[in-house]
Nanobody, 114 residues
Framework: VQLVESGGGLVQPGGSLRLSCVASGSIFNFYAMAWYRQAPEKQREFVALITSAGSTNYADSVKGRFTISRDNAKNTVYLQMNSLNAGDAAVYYC?????????WGQGTQVTVSS
Protein backbone atom coordinates (compact mmCIF):
# COMPACT_ATOMS: atom_id res chain seq x y z
CA VAL A 1 0.00 0.00 0.00
CA GLN A 2 1.06 3.58 -0.59
CA LEU A 3 0.41 6.28 1.96
CA VAL A 4 0.51 9.92 0.90
CA GLU A 5 0.48 12.67 3.53
CA SER A 6 -0.44 16.28 2.95
CA GLY A 7 -1.45 19.36 4.89
CA GLY A 8 1.84 20.32 6.48
CA GLY A 9 3.22 23.83 6.37
CA LEU A 10 4.20 26.88 8.36
CA VAL A 11 1.93 27.94 11.21
CA GLN A 12 2.24 30.46 14.02
CA PRO A 13 2.31 29.32 17.64
CA GLY A 14 -1.24 28.73 18.79
CA GLY A 15 -2.40 27.97 15.27
CA SER A 16 -3.94 24.87 13.73
CA LEU A 17 -3.28 22.48 10.88
CA ARG A 18 -5.03 19.40 9.56
CA LEU A 19 -2.91 16.63 8.12
CA SER A 20 -4.33 14.05 5.72
CA CYS A 21 -3.09 10.59 4.82
CA VAL A 22 -4.58 8.92 1.77
CA ALA A 23 -4.04 5.19 1.31
CA SER A 24 -3.89 3.59 -2.12
CA GLY A 25 -6.12 0.76 -0.89
CA SER A 26 -8.83 0.22 1.64
CA ILE A 27 -7.84 1.20 5.17
CA PHE A 28 -10.04 -1.64 6.37
CA ASN A 29 -7.03 -3.80 5.49
CA PHE A 30 -5.25 -2.36 8.52
CA TYR A 31 -6.12 -2.95 12.14
CA ALA A 32 -4.82 0.50 12.99
CA MET A 33 -3.63 3.71 11.41
CA ALA A 34 -1.28 6.07 13.21
CA TRP A 35 0.69 9.28 13.04
CA TYR A 36 4.30 9.59 14.14
CA ARG A 37 6.66 12.55 14.03
CA GLN A 38 10.37 13.15 13.95
CA ALA A 39 12.07 16.40 14.86
CA PRO A 40 15.66 17.17 13.81
CA GLU A 41 18.20 15.10 15.73
CA LYS A 42 15.46 13.26 17.60
CA GLN A 43 14.01 9.79 17.29
CA ARG A 44 10.69 9.21 15.60
CA GLU A 45 7.92 9.27 18.19
CA PHE A 46 4.33 8.14 18.39
CA VAL A 47 1.65 10.83 18.15
CA ALA A 48 -1.77 9.24 17.71
CA LEU A 49 -3.49 6.03 16.64
CA ILE A 50 -6.95 4.98 15.54
CA THR A 51 -8.09 1.37 15.24
CA SER A 52 -10.40 -0.10 12.65
CA ALA A 53 -13.10 0.00 15.34
CA GLY A 54 -12.53 3.70 15.89
CA SER A 55 -10.73 3.57 19.22
CA THR A 56 -8.06 6.22 19.63
CA ASN A 57 -4.87 6.68 21.60
CA TYR A 58 -2.63 9.74 21.96
CA ALA A 59 0.79 10.63 23.20
CA ASP A 60 0.57 12.57 26.45
CA SER A 61 2.21 15.58 24.80
CA VAL A 62 -0.68 16.03 22.34
CA LYS A 63 -3.71 14.93 24.38
CA GLY A 64 -6.45 17.54 24.30
CA ARG A 65 -4.86 19.35 21.34
CA PHE A 66 -4.72 16.77 18.54
CA THR A 67 -7.53 14.64 17.17
CA ILE A 68 -7.13 11.64 14.89
CA SER A 69 -10.03 10.53 12.72
CA ARG A 70 -10.70 8.41 9.69
CA ASP A 71 -12.97 8.45 6.65
CA ASN A 72 -13.24 4.88 5.48
CA ALA A 73 -15.05 5.82 2.28
CA LYS A 74 -12.13 8.03 1.27
CA ASN A 75 -9.41 5.69 2.60
CA THR A 76 -8.12 8.69 4.52
CA VAL A 77 -6.89 9.34 8.02
CA TYR A 78 -6.69 12.86 9.44
CA LEU A 79 -4.80 14.54 12.23
CA GLN A 80 -6.33 17.79 13.43
CA MET A 81 -3.70 19.73 15.33
CA ASN A 82 -4.68 22.71 17.47
CA SER A 83 -2.77 25.00 19.81
CA LEU A 84 0.48 24.18 18.07
CA ASN A 85 3.75 25.11 19.72
CA ALA A 86 7.42 24.94 18.83
CA GLY A 87 7.65 21.46 20.31
CA ASP A 88 5.26 20.16 17.65
CA ALA A 89 7.54 21.12 14.77
CA ALA A 90 8.61 17.95 12.98
CA VAL A 91 8.12 15.79 9.94
CA TYR A 92 4.85 13.91 10.44
CA TYR A 93 4.53 10.40 9.08
CA CYS A 94 1.46 8.31 8.43
CA UNK A 95 1.66 4.66 9.46
CA UNK A 96 -0.55 1.69 8.64
CA UNK A 97 -0.42 -1.45 10.75
CA UNK A 98 -1.44 -4.85 9.47
CA UNK A 99 -0.84 -8.39 10.64
CA UNK A 100 1.90 -8.72 8.01
CA UNK A 101 3.76 -5.55 8.85
CA UNK A 102 3.72 -1.78 8.63
CA UNK A 103 3.68 0.80 5.87
CA TRP A 104 4.92 4.36 6.05
CA GLY A 105 4.29 7.51 4.08
CA GLN A 106 6.98 9.91 2.94
CA GLY A 107 6.17 12.51 5.59
CA THR A 108 4.94 16.08 5.63
CA GLN A 109 6.78 18.95 7.29
CA VAL A 110 5.16 20.98 10.05
CA THR A 111 6.92 24.19 11.04
CA VAL A 112 5.77 26.30 13.98
CA SER A 113 7.21 29.80 14.01
CA SER A 114 6.20 33.39 14.43
Amino acid sequence: VQLVESGGGLVQPGGSLRLSCVASGSIFNFYAMAWYRQAPEKQREFVALITSAGSTNYADSVKGRFTISRDNAKNTVYLQMNSLNAGDAAVYYCNAKSTSGESWGQGTQVTVSS
